[in-house]
Nanobody, 124 residues
């Protein structure tokens, strides 16, 4: 059974930083992983993706330059370093993993394993 467990969410003021972690178990290795977020009343959207092959990274335009995705392959843990946080970043953040190469890194339906989410709240 694949399990993804997120941690690191919390409440910060605008301009602050948080680091999210996602520990994966039940995999020999998760090659295609990503962070998504969902704000109340909005659709879930891709924030950043990480493909183990070539350590490829992908970012949504709204977070590029502020967020950094990385992965510790030995620990099978995915991270999301979030700097210069804005109130618009407030959302539940989810870790996701795909069994095979996604057609699109930010497409929700391309990922078949999900964590329970961790809340990020940014106040102005």
């Amino acid at each position: 059974q694949v399990q993804l467990v997120e941690s690191g969410g919390g409440s910060v003021q605008a301009g602050g930083s948080l680091r999210l972690s996602c520990a994966a178990s039940g995999y020999t290795r998760s090659n295609y992983m990503a962070w998504f977020r969902q704000a109340p009343g909005k659709e879930r959207e891709g924030v950043a993706g990480f493909y183990t092959v070539r350590s490829s990274t992908y970012y949504a335009g709204s977070v590029k330059g502020r967020f950094t995705i990385s992965k510790d392959n030995a620990e099978n843990t995915l991270f999301l370093q979030m700097n210069s946080l804005k109130p618009d970043d407030t959302a539940m953040y989810y870790c996701a993993a795909a069994s095979r190469l996604p057609d699109q890194w930010s497409r929700v339906s391309d990922y078949n394993y999900w964590g329970q989410g961790t809340q990020v709240t940014v106040s102005s």
